[in-house]
């Protein structure tokens, strides 16, 4: 697997991330179902958002490099 292609799996998976974080905030998704009330959903959606945005600006840095 080239680098360019290592980034894009990473820009990928880091894109994903943030989705699901955004759906589950919002209710919607498999977790949510678990995580009724917003109270509990909300940290598990930050993380996930923000992991997510790290991965992504990990996939970035490596597609420029």
């Known amino acids: 697997m ?3 292609e290592k980034a894009a ?11 699901s974080g955004a759906l589950l905030a919002t209710g919607h998704g498999l977790l949510a179902h678990v ?3 917003p109270h509990a959903r909300m940290p598990v ?4 958002i923000q992991s997510g945005q790290q ?5 970035l840095a ?4």
């Open 2 to 4: 080239t680098t360019k």
């Open 9 to 19: 799996v990473k820009i990928a998976a880091g894109f994903t991330r943030c989705v």
């Open 35 to 37: 995580l009724r009330t």
């Open 45 to 48: 959606a930050r993380t996930m």
């Open 55 to 59: 991965t992504l600006k990990e996939g």
């Open 62 to 65: 490596e597609w420029n490099k």
